[in-house]
């Protein structure tokens, strides 16, 4: 087997918080642990709403913390650019490749429509496309093309795409009743995440992806995705989401959960580290520690499934 590759795929639309960095130090710890490599990519897919800034400061934070990455960032290195936003060739020629297949088509659905209040939800809240615009004549599009631009949708099969995630388990998903056809590029020309993410891996020599449960449910779609490009698949493992002592998710607008906020507490690198771990169920105390420090203690077993709750004064 060759050398396992993990990422970093930070989006840089606000300072990381400490949930990006719970996670990041599990991508680490994960892929470090196998002898392997880490590559840092930056998701800045959607210009407007990310900045450069962010994604300096998304390395200095994971320095800070002793998450050093092997290649990409500003390290640069053979597979770049590593940011997402210089990539839209390499997108465009994936998605001329699906639509060759005849498998992408044009969507003409304004937001409202897609929201209908009767639309079925998949189980990361999105809409499951009801198939409106799968079925338009050439006439019908060109008429349409005249109003709005259209965005891109994948037509996707009745099939089950099953896979064994590293800390979930077996994941199942109906394409079809549970996801349905999805987007590639938006309406404004940005491409999707689902697109560039497994462009983005496969041309990185990514094999294991290490991110936020929130992202299981678009695994099977990425799966689906590697097997028409004929990418080899990742090993996937999702860690569980880190909520603020009150149970909500955190939010890069959380200024609590911030690291200018940990900055002003001046904790340092491993004391950040060693609470981290504390919550991932790798120490029994929140004690400082470095990253390669925990190698030897890092196991997917101890990690919980359950999301973990910021426990009251522990930052
Ligand atoms: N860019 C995404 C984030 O910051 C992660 C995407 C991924 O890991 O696939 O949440």
Redesign the pocket.
């Known amino acids: 087997m060759g050398q396992v590759v993990g990422r970093f795929?930070?989006?840089p639309s606000g300072r990381m918080h400490l949930g990006?960095l719970f996670c990041s130090l599990l991508a680490w710890l994960a892929a470090k642990r196998e002898g392997g490599r880490v590559v840092l990519r930056v998701?800045d897919l959607d210009q407007e709403r990310t900045s450069p800034l962010f994604a300096r400061q998304a390395e200095e934070d994971l320095k800070f913390l002793g998450l050093f990455w092997d290649e990409g960032g500003s390290l640069g290195g053979p597979h770049g650019p590593y940011e997402q936003g210089k990539r839209s060739p390499y997108y465009q020629e994936l998605l001329d490749r699906l639509e060759a297949l005849g498998l992408v088509y044009p969507c003409f659905c304004s937001r409202a429509e897609l929201h209908a209040a009767n639309a079925p939800h998949a189980s990361d809240g999105e809409v499951v496309y009801s198939g409106k615009c799968r079925s338009l004549t050439a006439e019908e599009i060109t008429l349409r093309r005249e109003k709005r631009s259209p965005a891109l949708r994948l037509r996707v099969p009745e099939e089950t795409i099953a896979f064994v995630d590293g800390h979930y388990g077996l994941v199942e998903q109906d394409l079809a009743t549970e996801c349905g056809d999805f987007i590639l590029r938006r309406s404004d020309g940005v491409f999707a995440?689902q697109l560039a993410?497994v462009a983005d891996d496969a041309a990185m020599g990514v094999t294991q992806?290490v991110?936020?449960r929130d992202?299981l449910s678009s695994a099977p779609r990425q799966i689906y995705l590697y097997r028409l490009l004929g990418f080899p698949e990742p090993e996937f493992a999702h860690a569980p989401l880190l909520l603020a002592p009150d149970g909500r998710r955190l939010s890069k607008r959380d200024r609590d959960v911030s690291l200018e906020a940990l900055e002003e507490k001046e904790y340092t690198g491993p004391e950040i580290v060693g609470k981290l771990a504390f919550l991932a169920g790798l120490l029994h105390r929140p004690e400082a520690v470095t990253p390669q420090e925990l190698l030897p203690v890092f196991s997917w077993d101890k990690v919980p499934r359950e999301d973990v709750c910021l426990p009251q004064g522990l930052f």
């Open positions: 795929a930070p989006t990006n998701e995440y993410v992806v991110r936020g992202l």
